[in-house]
């Protein structure tokens, strides 16, 4: 069976002392598939760096949701072979994220972005990305109190809602106290509509009212009047809905399905000022 595996392919990994970090080499659409054959106690003993996005988020949110520390971030197909395509801010960002291992470190938007990719099935393409496009920096939506503190967690929307009702989900709503939400949308480009129906979930599950901040990544695809209808969407639901007009909420950041992406630890302690605009993490990322 091939999702078994994959899963054996993961767990050896994590159980072969010479491997240091698991990177994902693509998405996808059924790793929810593969959670219920990873011997997660057998993972927790040998704890190592695991980092992916989009599918992958369905691996890397379980595992941290049972103690590992994991990483939403650039995969190997889509993220790294682009890496000479970019300025040395990306680079630099992965080594400091990954192997510097600083006790602080400021997030800073990069200037340049693209959004997929030229076909793959023409090998000149192999390591480019479509025509860049100018950053024009995040959005504070809404700013709430000027310092919001909590632990990482969250993923793909699209990709976190194959988990919600099974048992890789986080079962105690205690789970979600303090943490800061971050969420991306996958390449399928969901309407702001759907978002909407995804925000109203969480609050339903009583999630919205436990965080301390919410985080967006840049929307693929979008034109800029789908992103202000998704941005109207998060503020209908999380303020509108759900009375959170308390928690500091951002859009456009660089992670998620546009490139080059920020990697996001997540259960590390994080930091949003509303008051200089800065989004931080507040302990070493790989300690």
Request: charged letters at 25%; proline letters at 5%.
């Amino acid at each position: 069976m091939i999702i078994r595996k994959r899963a054996e392919d993961i767990s050896a990994a994590f159980a072969d002392p010479e491997v240091k970090g698991i990177f994902s080499s693509i998405g996808g659409e059924d790793s929810v598939r593969i959670l219920q054959f990873l011997n997660s106690k057998q993972i927790l003993s040998t704890p190592k760096i695991f980092m992916g996005y989009s599918d992958a988020h369905t691996v890397v949110t379980y595992l941290n949701s049972v103690g590992l520390v994991t990483y939403a971030g650039p995969c190997v197909m889509a993220g790294f072979s682009q890496m000479k395509e970019f300025s040395r801010a990306f680079s630099h960002h992965v080594r400091n994220l990954l192997f510097e291992n600083a006790d602080r470190y400021k997030y800073e938007p990069y200037q340049l972005y693209s959004e997929r990719y030229p076909d793959w099935s023409v090998v000149e393409n192999t390591g480019r990305t479509n025509p860049k496009k100018r950053n024009p920096g995040w959005k504070w939506l809404q700013l709430g109190k000027a310092k919001a503190k909590g632990r990482l967690f969250g993923g793909c929307m699209d990709v976190l809602e194959f988990m919600k009702g099974t048992r890789y989900w986080p079962q105690e709503v205690e789970f979600w106290d303090g943490k800061i939400l971050f969420f991306e949308t996958s390449e399928n480009k969901p309407a702001p509509d759907l978002v909407r129906y995804w925000l109203r979930n969480y609050g339903t599950q009583g999630v919205l009212g436990r965080i301390t901040g919410l985080l967006f990544g840049r929307p693929v695809d979008y034109t800029e009047e789908e992103k202000l209808k998704f941005e109207e969407s998060v503020l209908s639901v999380v303020r509108g809905e759900f009375g959170r007009d308390d928690i500091p909420i951002v859009s456009d950041m660089d992670f998620g399905h546009t490139d080059p992406q920020f990697i996001m630890p997540l259960g590390i302690e994080a930091e949003i000022d509303s008051d200089s605009k800065q989004f931080v993490i507040t302990e070493p990322a790989t300690a």
